[in-house]
């Protein structure tokens, strides 16, 4: 094999090195922690939704870090529009809304954090849809069987309409939705 030259040694080198370049830097961050409300317990923490309290100022960052994102819900549908669903799907008339219901079920996952809204779904959870609480104008809650669960459609800035189903809490988390929307400035009051 003939010798290297002084620069393919030196690219060699560089790639055999296991020090990254001077002008790449690689910080690992932890990500934030999540605490749970002392309203659920611990052999149910599974299967209910996560609740957990964030106080953010109005630039968006929680008291206890600069930058930290705290989640204040992250949970997907309710279990009762499932139960209730899979009762009703016994009638052929209801079948096409309780296969809607069981997609919710397993696919959707609703995520409310400091800092933005979250919703993922897809079978392997690729479909992802982030908005921040600057772009939120408007939103909205609907109801659904005596209010155990309901509906918050979110109004953007550019006139898209983001429909949330079967929301368990779905008053603290329109209400949050709308405070941190309020924070940033964006939210439109209409009387």
Not at 94 to 104: D, E, G, I, Q
Not at 138 to 146: E, H, I, L, T, Y
Request: proline content about 6%.
């Amino acid at each position: 094999m003939p010798p290297l030259s002084t620069a393919a040694a030196a690219a060699v080198s560089s790639i055999l090195s296991p020090n990254p370049p001077q002008a790449l830097s690689i910080h690992a961050t932890p990500l934030p922690q999540t605490r749970r409300s002392s309203s659920s317990s611990s052999s149910g923490a599974a299967a209910s939704p996560r609740l957990v309290l964030a106080r953010a100022s109005a630039s968006g960052t929680t008291r206890g870090g600069e930058g930290a994102e705290t989640v204040f819900f992250d949970g997907g549908a309710h279990y009762g529009d499932l139960a209730a669903n899979l009762l009703l799907g016994l009638t052929l008339l209801w079948l096409p809304l309780t296969l809607a219901a069981v997609s919710r079920a397993f696919i959707l996952r609703y995520r409310f954090t400091s800092r933005r809204v979250t919703v993922v779904s897809g079978l392997s959870g690729a479909d992802r849809t982030d908005f921040p609480y600057s772009s939120v104008t408007s939103v909205v809650v609907v109801p659904r069987f005596v209010g155990e669960w309901g509906d918050i459609i979110i109004t953007l800035r550019d006139g898209t309409k983001v429909d949330l189903r079967s929301v368990p809490r779905f008053r603290e988390v329109a209400d949050y939705c709308r405070s941190m929307a309020a924070a940033e400035g964006s939210l439109v009051v209409t009387q």
